[in-house]
């Protein structure tokens, strides 16, 4: 068990995901970054499509899906607001860590608007049962703001169609990272 706040979510984060996996179907690791997220995904599913706007981290991704023998990964150096010119199958997850690349440029963060428009992308692609994770960190000044922009679109999907369900870390500050999770109901 991790006791770093930031470990702490990754690994509510993933808890969860592990329920959804399944080697029959198509997960999207739509921020990939340095590729720790996508390899955890190309272990527990069938095939994987990695998003990141950093060539750098597209060329980390790819090197370590190939390094550890995954010849299911395709890492794509595109933003995750055009998800939709590249995957044309139905997936069963569709994993978003927003913000930046720790160790990386704190210049290169999510954008509030193509976060909107990945996630509203990621919905159209899920299978019934599907799940989108969204790992948000309000302890930035982009982040705060692109928490609340995405919780507000949440709270306004079809009640009928998704669940949509959040982590608060009640007794932390305001600014520890929280998790949205969105099921689709219905197909
Ligand atoms: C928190 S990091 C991801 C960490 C990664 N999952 C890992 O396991 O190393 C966020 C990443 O999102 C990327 N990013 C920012 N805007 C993006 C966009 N529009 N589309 C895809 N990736 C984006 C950044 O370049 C950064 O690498």
Redesign the pocket.
């Known amino acids: 068990m991790e006791n770093n706040i930031l470990s702490k979510t990754t690994e509510l984060a993933k808890a969860i995901c592990e329920k959804y996996a399944d080697k029959g179907k198509t997960a999207v690791?739509?921020?990939?970054?340095?590729?720790?997220?996508t390899i955890w995904l190309a272990e527990r599913f069938g095939r994987v499509y990695a998003?990141?706007?950093?060539e750098s981290?597209a060329e980390a991704t790819r090197h370590l899906a190939e390094s550890s023998g995954f010849d299911n990964v395709t890492v794509i150096n595109d933003?995750?607001?055009n998800m939709g010119n590249y995957v044309s199958e139905k997936v069963g997850l569709v994993m978003f860590?927003?913000?930046?690349?720790?160790g990386?440029d704190k210049n290169?963060?999510?954008?509030t608007a193509?976060t909107l428009e990945?996630i509203e992308t990621a919905l159209s692609l899920m299978e019934k049962d599907g799940l989108v994770c969204i790992t948000m960190y309000p302890g930035h000044p982009q982040g705060a703001a692109e928490k609340k922009a995405v919780l507000e679109m949440a709270a306004s999907l079809n009640k009928g169609k998704y669940h949509c369900v959040r982590t608060d870390m009640v007794n932390q500050p305001e600014t520890a990272p929280e998790i949205l999770f969105i099921t689709l109901k219905v197909g």
């Open positions: 690791d739509a921020t990939c970054g340095n590729g720790h997220d998003f990141d706007i950093q981290a933003g995750h607001q860590n927003l913000g930046y690349l720790p990386g290169v963060v999510t954008e193509t990945a």
